[in-house]
């Protein structure tokens, strides 16, 4: 089986212009594709793995990969499956953000001549001029056709401003200069980029008269529809800071029962003979995959000791042990105490476990907040700081744990 045949297998592939040349060069290793990153953070998310993975796939199957860093797209902003315009960064945090996320890519990719590259289309696209851009490319898109396309019309309603609208053309540029420039035969996405990779196709053909390929991944989903990598509204983020080996681990181990097969398809690289095994695993066999899941998925970002440590601590506090070691933890301060005690509301916001006092006075009244192994119902329970000295976990829900320590 080659690489491309073994990536519809995994469920990867949504769409691509032309298949049967694709599939040729996927499999005999000339493609030289790219996948572009806005750095809109310092760190990137699991969000980001179906990209992640799908480069290391391709690198190892003697595919180039390019990681196009969005410097220039990051300042306009994707409007694709948002409902209102993104942050505008300075430069400075923009580089900041690249050099952060490089080092995160070099865990799957390999850098090196040859090998995988990285560019910034801040390089290209910060020097045009606007008027010879317009002259040069504008002509090439149509209004009409552009209004139409998936990433703008969910915006028409609420409000689409004309410097997002340009997204679409200097994403389509991007893929003209790497072609000329970079020998990039081949784009890859999110199926919800499919208009403007097919604008850099098309782009190509009109202003070069040759042709070039886009192939778009299906985007990974919950069972609710929304976007893998997000857990109560934050992030799941690759950078150990901010979420920890222990969060990222937790976060994989409770995905829904109907998509942890789905994401050991697409996410893993474990060979298909032994995920086929699996397909027709149910009850507690889930729970197996989960944990097989997410361990592969941490050990591929944190290592193999840091994924061994997560595993153990998450059994342990679910078989009922005290094994909190390797719990994510949070430290208390004199600073942080009133007459030498602290609200639980007050801990759980400090250790980021809600985002709102109103949600933790919901979820407390609910019955949803124990404090070492008790149930509270008290919304103004609050813990010493003789407490504190020894340390108590405080658990949210059925799944998430926090300890806190002064």
Same mark, same amino acid.
């Given at each position: 089986?080659? +690489? ?7 469920? !990867? #592939? ?30 990137? /998310?699991?969000? @980001? ?8 796939? $391709? ?9 196009? *860093?969005?410097?220039?797209? /990051? ?17 400075? =945090?923009?580089? @900041? ?13 390999? %850098? ?17 001029? &606007? ?45 003209? &200069?790497?072609?000329?420039? &970079?020998?990039?035969?081949?784009? %890859? ?14 782009? #190509? ?7 070039? @390929? ?6 990974? /989903? ?16 690759? =950078?150990?800071?901010? /979420? ?6 937790? &976060?994989?181990?409770? +995905? ?36 097989? $899941? ?7 970002? @944190? ?33 942080? !105490? ?10 759980? #916001? ?13 979820? #407390? ?13 008290? +919304? ?24 806190? *320590?002064?």
């Amino acid at each position: 089986m080659g +690489v491309y045949e073994e990536l519809i297998e995994r469920g !990867l #592939i949504a769409q691509v212009t032309n298949e049967d040349e694709i599939r040729k060069m996927v499999n005999s290793g000339k493609a030289r594709f790219y996948i572009g990153f806005d750095c809109t953070a310092d760190s990137l /998310t699991a969000g @980001h793995f179906m990209a992640l993975t799908l480069m290391k796939r $391709l690198q190892e199957a003697g595919n180039q990969p390019i990681a196009l *860093i969005g410097g220039g797209t /990051t300042m306009i902003g994707d409007p694709s499956g948002r409902t209102d315009m993104r942050k505008m960064l300075t430069r400075e =945090d923009i580089d @900041h953000n690249a050099e952060c996320f490089r080092k995160q890519m070099e865990r799957f990719i390999e %850098f090196g001549e040859g090998k995988a590259q990285m560019v910034n289309n801040a390089d290209w696209l910060l020097d045009l001029n &606007y008027v010879e851009m317009l002259r040069e490319v504008g002509t090439c898109f149509s209004v009409n056709n552009m209004l139409r396309a998936e990433c703008y019309k969910q915006r028409m309603e609420k409000g689409l401003s004309f410097f997002e609208f340009n997204y679409m053309i200097m994403q389509s540029y991007d893929f003209y &200069y790497l072609f000329k420039n &970079y020998d990039c035969n081949m784009q %890859f996405g999110g199926d919800d980029q499919w208009s403007n990779m097919l604008g850099g196709t098309e782009l #190509i053909r009109k202003k070069l008269g040759k042709d070039a @390929h886009a192939m778009t991944i299906t985007l990974l /989903t919950d069972s609710n529809g929304k976007k893998m990598g997000k857990t109560a509204g934050n992030a799941v983020w690759l =950078d150990a800071e901010k /979420t920890s080996p222990y969060d990222f681990y937790q &976060y994989w181990r409770n +995905v829904e029962d109907a998509d942890v097969l789905k994401c050991i398809r697409m996410l893993t690289f474990l060979p298909m003979d032994e995920i086929k095994k699996m397909d027709s695993w149910e009850g507690s066999q889930l729970n197996t995959a989960k944990e097989i $899941l997410a361990f592969e998925l941490t050990k591929m970002v @944190h290592g193999e000791e840091e994924a061994q440590k997560a595993q153990n601590a998450a059994r342990a506090l679910f078989a009922g042990g005290s094994d909190d070691s390797n719990m994510p933890s949070t430290t208390i301060d004199d600073a942080d !105490l009133e007459d030498g005690k602290i609200t639980v509301l007050s801990l759980m #916001i400090k250790g980021e476990m809600i985002k709102s006092n109103g949600e933790g006075r919901r979820l #407390i009244q609910q019955g949803g907040v124990s404090v070492d192994g008790e149930k509270i119902t008290d +919304v103004f329970h609050t813990v010493t700081a003789d407490l504190l000295e020894k340390g108590i976990v405080i658990k949210k829900g059925k799944k998430v744990f926090r300890k806190f *320590i002064k």
